[in-house]
């Protein structure tokens, strides 16, 4: 509510100001003339869209009113948002990011290999903290996971991922248990299963020891294990599986990002290129 009323009011003071002589008149043109003033000043369409969601939502009060016969944004569209790209990290922020936590107590070592077991998996955080710890298999190299609509599937991880996965269970676990019983394979220093929360605390904590200072998220690994596959060539068939998407189209998103990877291939193999 206080989003919108500050939106009404920086839409009247830009009216008063360009408009002087026709503060009474309600047009399509002056919320157009609006709009196109906070395009130039650099506002969002996000941003956009929520501003005429206010306008719409006052005019239509003045419509209940009576003050008004009909709508003037009746005829204007919402701003196109465009495709939301997935950020995701760099090698180097990733590789940064994963040795951050401290590897000589129980909880570093958890940490680690939680951080290094998302990146390598790209599970979903529930995914992750959820996992039983019947799911990893180190001798085999892979975890069954048990995504979304109780759908099954295999996830392999590298040997590099398996080293820290054992280091954990050994060295970690046991000691965070305290002679105590959990099916979970990521336990926490009470014995109980992680939560989606603390492991959002968990990576925050993290990209700060990194150096990072972009916006990060459990979900900014998942998107940099999906984007780093497929730049290196990939299957997108594969990657689908292991993210354990329904819908091709969904991961398909991600072949969007490395455009410089597509140009190479582009002048490489065009016959003018």
């Keep these: 509510m206080a989003a919108y009323r500050s939106d009404l009011t920086d839409f009247f003071l830009f009216r008063a100001d360009r408009f002087p002589e026709s503060t009474s008149i309600h047009s399509r043109e002056q919320v157009q003339a609006y709009l196109q003033h906070c395009r130039e000043r650099g506002l969002s369409s996000r941003s956009l869209g929520r501003r005429l969601a206010a ?18 944004l009746a005829l204007v569209d919402a701003p196109k948002t465009g495709l939301h790209l997935p950020k995701a990290l760099s090698v180097q922020e990733v590789e940064a990011l994963l040795n951050s936590p401290r590897q000589d107590t ?5 940490n680690h290999a939680m951080l290094h077991l998302l990146y390598a998996s790209g ?7 959820g996992l039983p710890l019947a799911a990893c298999n180190l001798a085999g190299g892979h975890l069954r996971v048990e995504g979304k609509g109780s759908k099954e599937r295999i996830i392999p991880f590298a040997v590099s991922t398996g080293t820290v996965l054992a280091a954990y269970l050994e060295q970690s676990r046991p ?14 220093n009470r014995g109980k299963a992680m939560t989606r929360i603390r492991f959002w605390q968990i990576i ?7 150096g990072i200072s972009k916006e990060i998220s459990p979900h900014t690994l998942r998107h940099s294990f999906a984007t780093h596959l497929l730049s290196g060539g990939a299957d997108l068939r594969a990657v689908q599986m292991m993210l354990g998407h329904s819908d091709i189209a969904t991961t398909q998103i991600y072949t969007h990002i490395d455009t410089s990877r597509l140009k190479s291939f582009h002048k490489k193999f065009h016959p003018r290129g």
Excluded: T, W
Aim: glycine share 4%; hydrophobic share 45%; proline share 6%.
């Design 55 to 72: 306008l719409r939502a006052y005019y239509n009060f003045l419509l209940l009113r009576g003050e008004l016969s009909s709508n003037p």
């Design 106 to 110: 129980p909880i570093g070592l958890r």
């Design 123 to 129: 599970l979903r955080v529930s995914e992750l903290v």
């Design 175 to 188: 000691l965070l248990l305290k002679d105590r019983q959990s099916p979970s394979l990521f336990v926490s």
């Design 204 to 210: 925050q904590q993290a990209a700060l020891a990194a």
